[in-house]
């Protein structure tokens, strides 16, 4: 069993109705799926919101300005491309203004394009109902310690 430490960042991303954007993601060592927020490595060099913003807009497309210098920091234990990532990832907030903000690809690496299937914008409630593992499990705490006021209904998602 590989283990990895590698310093991460990620980034809530809540839209006008309060929904929480989230990818899907197929594993290319074993095709498991898992849903998770944007986010990705710091890069040597590289502040953790510089790479919060970095990866926002690589991943998403989405303006990395929105993303406020404020984070959390969340353990992470996840399986990924036959290895494990153990560790601290800081977890960043952006609000978006329009409901559902569209999202490009255009940012992402080859392997990444052939392992992102599609996205979502969840309410807090609906994360509970998806079929495949949300990451990190303790998602909703996290939006609370980020977001605490911020609820809303609706759901959607689209490829």
Request: contains cysteine; charged residues 30%; negative net charge.
């Amino acid at each position: 069993m590989e283990t990895s430490q590698r310093p991460a960042v990620r980034v809530l991303c809540l839209d006008a109705a309060h929904r929480v954007l989230l990818l899907r993601w197929r594993d290319p060592f074993d095709g498991t799926w898992l849903w998770e927020p944007p986010g990705g490595g710091i890069e040597p060099g590289e502040e953790p919101l510089e790479a919060a913003r970095r990866e926002l807009a690589e991943e998403t497309g989405l303006d990395p300005d929105s993303v406020l210098d404020r984070s959390v920091p969340v353990d992470r234990d996840v399986w990924w491309n036959g290895k494990r990532y153990i560790g601290t990832e800081r977890f960043y907030l952006a609000r978006f203004a329009t409901e559902q903000p569209s999202l490009t690809r255009a940012g992402l690496l080859p392997h990444e394009r052939t392992s992102l299937d599609t996205h979502g914008w969840f309410s807090r409630a609906d994360l509970a109902s998806l079929t495949d593992p949300v990451e990190p499990p303790q998602l909703l705490d996290v939006l609370g310690l980020l977001a605490p006021d911020d609820s809303g209904p609706g759901r959607s998602t689209y490829a």
